[in-house]
């Protein structure tokens, strides 16, 4: 079971103070700038990795031009060969974090559907004693600005399915934007994790509650994206309710197995 977290370290220093914020990126050259600018403002100590998965419209290069220009070299860049989900490309920033000793890790999306002006939010609760902080929308306090209504009905939906499938009091399992002390993915088998999209977040979110982490959630405002295009798909979407189907059936039979064996 993991272990009682304190606030500070003993040497004083709380977990956010080495936090590393994973951006994906395919086709974002239009945004990556903005996002990461609008990071290092909010949370100027913050080190930012952008992970871009050979995107063909040069955002990678954008990448490297941001890296070269940070004097306090708290931008980094890596270049994936190849576009397979966003799973995969937070799994792969996940380790590159570990690698270098970040204490808090971050997703959050490049389009600016994330507030980085809200990422104090999510990190004082980890600071508070939390594994991992998921922000939500559906909490109260937090909301969604300019989403279609198709999309938001999609969203509640699939909050709620995922609910009652597992069996978690969680309001928005599906969200990406969280902040994860690194105990917590150093406990995760990530080499057997291969969902990708909706599914990918509720897959992590929902081991980390398997694993009896503090899970907690905190208000956002989720804006939705005005420059470029949603990465959602309907095999993102069928992968997700077949899934959690499935982990939720799987559970069940497991603590019906374990009930009867008493």
Avoid at 73 to 101: C, D, P, V
Avoid at 177 to 184: G, K, L, P
Wanted: aromatic share 8%; with cysteine; charged share 25%.
């Amino acid at each position: 079971m993991p272990s009682e977290h304190t606030p500070a370290s003993p040497t004083g220093e709380v977990p956010s103070a080495r936090t590393l914020v994973i951006i994906p990126t395919y086709n974002e050259r239009e945004n990556i700038t903005m996002i990461v600018g609008r990071v290092q403002a909010a949370r100027p100590t913050a080190h930012i990795l952008i992970v871009d998965d050979g995107s063909p419209d040069g955002t990678g290069q954008v990448a490297d031009e941001l890296v070269a220009a940070d004097p306090q070299q708290r931008i980094h860049a890596m270049h994936r060969t190849e576009k397979n989900g966003l799973g995969a490309a937070y799994i792969s920033g996940f380790r590159w974090g570990l690698e270098r000793g970040y204490t808090v890790i971050v997703e959050m999306d490049a389009d600016g559907s994330h507030a980085p002006e809200q990422l104090n939010r999510l990190l004082d609760e980890v600071d508070a004693g939390a594994d991992l902080v998921l922000g939500s929308r559906y909490v109260p306090g937090g909301s969604v600005v300019n989403w279609p209504k198709r999309r938001e009905f999609l969203s509640r939906g699939g909050n709620i399915y995922s609910r009652l499938a597992l069996g978690v009091k969680v309001k928005d399992i599906t969200g990406g934007y969280r902040a994860f002390r690194r105990e917590v993915l150093e406990k995760l088998p990530l080499e057997t994790i291969e969902s990708h999209g909706y599914c990918f977040q509720v897959d992590l979110a929902w081991r980390t509650l398997q694993q009896g982490f503090v899970v907690r959630e905190v208000p956002i405002t989720f804006t939705e994206r005005t420059v470029g295009e949603s990465k959602m798909s309907g095999g993102i979407i069928n992968e997700a309710f077949l899934k959690v189907a499935r982990w939720g059936i799987d559970s069940r039979m497991s603590k019906l197995k374990r009930f009867a064996r008493k």
